[in-house]
């Protein structure tokens, strides 16, 4: 069910909803032999989500996620994404991803992180 109203949130451009959304889809699933296994849905749904977000430039709306303690692994989640997008973007264009990963990361005071490796 969160996966849906989150497909239809993204394609409203309710990317507050979206995030909302994904923060209700599970961390974990059982697997085929029974094992916790990490929740696919919940992962491509960021991977999209961020995709987007670049895609339409608007890097102000991650800046504005209300990221609590209860979403840090979310976050952590959503610039493992922001960083791959970076190593696979031209950084010499203008408003290239790395130019955008780096105002996210200044925006949040994470000022090590926003020199990207």
């Not at 977000?53 to 709306?61: A, F, P, R």
């Not at 989640?77 to 290239?96: C, F, G, N, Y």
């Amino acid at each position: 069910m969160s996966v849906l109203g989150f497909k239809n949130a993204l394609t409203l451009g309710d990317y507050e909803s979206a995030f909302q959304f994904i923060l209700r889809m599970p961390r974990e699933s059982k697997g085929a032999n029974r094992d916790m296994v990490p929740g696919k849905e919940r992962e491509s749904s960021i991977q999209t989500f961020v995709t987007r977000i670049l895609e339409n430039k608007d890097v102000d709306v991650l800046v504005g996620l209300k990221i609590d303690s209860f979403a840090e692994r979310v976050r952590d989640e959503i610039e493992r994404v922001l960083h791959a997008q970076a190593k696979l973007s031209d950084p010499m264009t203008e408003d290239s991803v790395y130019q955008m990963v780096y105002f996210y990361h200044l925006c949040r005071k994470n000022y090590e992180k926003g020199k990207l490796e």
